[in-house]
């Protein structure tokens, strides 16, 4: 009977399995349990055979016949655990509707724990400190709400007050929830705008649901995500002209080229500076010193990928005039502006593209800005950047794009 212990283990977590969702894949199962399909094939013949009524659909899975139920399954210890941490953690969270709705579903399971298991969760309870948000201080209440516009299509009324304190009263269809940087936010299709925005919850000073219904909205998050990281993002390099020769012989770096840049968004740590008499070498230094210190990568939200963006924008004049350095990341929204950094929208358009390839310490950046700036180029002035990617992970070899903006 000790061979069969781990199957009917199995077996019974099968049936928990199949009692959790509307419809259960054999892959879904196998992917669980760590089978192979045909054994899943065998659990659920043994399991129709002991009378557990399970319906299945071809092309599609299996589900239990509706109103069927067994007596619930007791928690392990491990899962007891788990469920306490995980109520510690959410207490935390800053929306008052999950902590309560989540605290208020603890206490109904807790009350079907057994007599030790509770003991050991009070225990437990002492003895997990979560240090995030250590004032409980909450910041929302919609949470709840607005998951179950989500779930049953419903159009919500909000006002809303933006990160800049414009306040507008907006009808959105609620898409997706997500959270970051210790803020939950929304996602959803704003019916003025006619397209989909990001919203703070935070920032809703009240919400309604109107008991009206809107049609689903066929893409998925990952579909959403997808497209909004394909349109912040820098486009390939398209070649508008032919390029243009090279600084001088001899230099390693790529061929002058005319590129379109598409719309994006930046976040990060900001100075205001000058290029007279040498200051921006200073600050900027300072700027990058701070960003690396302080792990400021780290902390960027909704970032589309890791790549740094060194940014000069917001110009008084030509490049011997004062100018703001933005050292960030681009980002798929700036709904969540951390404390202490800068959210900036780039309009994008015609820009010349050159690298340069060296050391870093050895002042690339700088020779390089200092040869743009002899370049006969119509500059826009509105907003240059050197890209710090991959290949400038290594400092003593690093490659560097830089663009810069014409009219």
């Known amino acids: 009977m000790a061979s069969d212990k781990p199957r009917l283990t199995r077996l019974t977590a099968i049936i928990t399995q199949l009692q959790s969702k ?34 299945s659909e071809e092309g599609k899975g299996y589900s239990i016949m509706e109103g069927y139920k067994l007596p619930p399954v007791m928690f392990t210890e491990e899962e007891t655990q788990a469920l306490i941490t995980a109520e510690l953690l959410l207490l935390k969270n800053k929306d008052q509707s999950l902590a309560q709705h989540y605290q208020s ?18 225990f437990l309870a002492d003895r997990i400190q979560i240090r995030d948000n250590p004032t409980e201080e909450k910041t929302s209440d919609y ?5 179950s516009a989500i779930a049953d299509f419903e ?13 507008s009263e907006r009808k959105v269809e609620p898409f997706a929830v997500y959270t970051t940087q210790g803020n939950w936010i929304l ?21 309604l649901l109107t008991g009206k219904k809107f049609t689903p909205h066929s893409l998925t998050l990952n579909e959403y995500l997808e497209n909004c990281r394909k349109k912040w993002a820098t486009t390939p390099d398209t070649r508008l002209s032919p390029a243009a020769t090279t600084f001088a012989p001899n230099q390693n770096h790529n061929h002058v080229q005319n590129v379109k840049i598409e719309p994006f968004k930046i976040i990060g740590i900001a100075i205001r500076t000058t290029n007279e008499n040498g200051q921006a070498a200073q600050d900027i230094a300072q700027l990058w010193g701070k960003f690396m210190g302080e792990q400021i990568l780290a902390k960027i939200p909704n970032k589309v990928d890791n790549t740094i963006y060194s940014l000069y924008t917001d110009y008084e004049g030509d490049h ?13 929204t ?23 390839r060296g050391n870093l310490n050895e002042g690339i950046v700088v020779k390089q800005w200092t040869k743009i700036w002899e370049m006969d180029l119509d500059r826009a002035y509105v907003a240059d950047f ?20 014409i009219k």
């Open 22 to 55: 509307r419809m259960v894949t054999a892959r879904d199962i196998a992917e669980k349990h760590q089978v192979s399909i045909r054994t899943v094939y065998r659990d659920i013949r043994t399991l129709e055979s002991s009378g557990i009524p399970i319906i």
């Open 105 to 122: 579903a603890l206490t109904k399971i807790k009350a079907n724990l057994k007599i030790s298991h509770q003991t050991k969760t009070e």
């Open 143 to 147: 949470l709840i709400q607005l998951q």
């Open 155 to 167: 159009i919500v009324k909000i006002i809303y007050l933006s990160l800049d304190n414009f306040r």
């Open 187 to 207: 996602v959803a299709f704003c019916q003025q705008k006619n397209d989909f925005r990001a919203f703070r919850l935070d920032r809703i000073q009240s919400l």
């Open 320 to 332: 011997n005039k004062p100018y703001t350095t933005i050292i960030g990341c681009v980002v798929e």
């Open 334 to 356: 700036l709904e969540a502006i951390p404390t202490g950094m800068i959210g900036k929208s780039i309009a994008g358009g015609n820009y010349v593209k050159t690298t340069t």
């Open 386 to 405: 050197e890209v710090f990617g991959e290949k400038a992970q290594n400092l003593e070899d690093a490659e560097i794009e830089f663009l810069v903006g």
